[in-house]
């Protein structure tokens, strides 16, 4: 079946890096997905990764991806308090458009 | 980038009352949309899928006759809580997939927050 598995919480200090990791167990996972969720909003898509990909980065963000392990991670460079939220992993095992499967997601709190 | 709105963006009402959730697709076209659920400090679980012209397609254990979904236009999907309970007070958030080869992107409404006395 699908799962998605996060760790539930990671506590960091303003201007350190900040790694969320994820693991899935569906080996047809296409695409991968991180989402930040401040408290009491919707989802804003951070960035995803086709699954032919190891490493994708964007600005402050880069995901790696093991496509052996199953296990997919977030870095944030430099983390500001501004990234206190929480942050779900998702996955999309068909073809794209079809809906996610989310992990639990990882409450990121940043100390000042 | 492409937007999706839902209104209303917060609700209060009375057990066994029913509340229709809109969600829209702002500037693209969408033939499918998903509605999901978030309860507190919880992940989002897949409801349906909404297909325009067609009848939805509900997830194990989600009663169709209790969430009723109508996918009227390309751009226009609604989801009504019929005889709302307690029970079903949650945050409802719908996404709409891009077009063409922006598939892979997934676009999430801002989410409506029930609470049901």
């Known amino acids: 079946g699908e799962d998605v598995e996060q760790s539930l919480f990671l506590s960091v200090r303003e201007g350190d890096s900040s790694v969320i990791n994820c693991t899935y167990t569906?080996?047809?996972?296409?695409?991968l997905y991180w989402y930040k969720q401040e408290p009491g909003a919707g989802l804003q898509l951070l960035t995803y990764i086709f699954s032919n990909m190891d490493m994708k980065q964007d600005q402050r963000l880069t995901v790696l991806l093991n496509k052996k392990d199953k296990h997919l991670s977030l870095r944030i460079a430099d983390t500001q308090t501004g990234d206190s939220a929480i942050y779900f992993c998702?996955?999309?095992?068909?073809?794209?458009?079809?809906?996610?499967?989310f992990g639990k997601g990882t409450t990121l709190s940043v100390s000042s | 980038g492409a937007v999706v709105s839902q209104h209303p963006s917060r609700v209060i009402c009375k057990s066994g009352t029913s509340v229709k959730i809109e969600c829209r697709s702002l500037d693209f076209q969408a033939t499918t949309m998903f509605w999901y659920r978030q309860f507190p400090k919880q992940s989002l679980m897949l409801m349906a899928t909404?297909?325009?012209?067609?009848?939805?397609?509900?997830e194990q254990g989600v009663e169709k006759d209790k969430f009723l979904i109508n996918h009227a236009s390309l751009t226009l999907s609604t989801l009504t809580v019929t005889s709302a309970h307690p029970e079903d007070s949650s945050f409802y958030i719908c996404?709409?997939?891009?077009?063409?080869?922006?598939?892979?992107?997934?676009?999430f409404g801002p989410g409506t927050r029930l609470l049901v006395l």
């Open positions: 909404s297909n325009e012209g067609s009848k939805a397609t509900y």
């Open positions: 996404s709409a997939p891009g077009q063409g080869v922006g598939q892979e992107t997934q676009y």
């Open positions: 569906d080996s047809s996972s296409t695409y």
């Open positions: 998702a996955e999309i095992t068909g073809q794209a458009g079809t809906a996610l499967i």
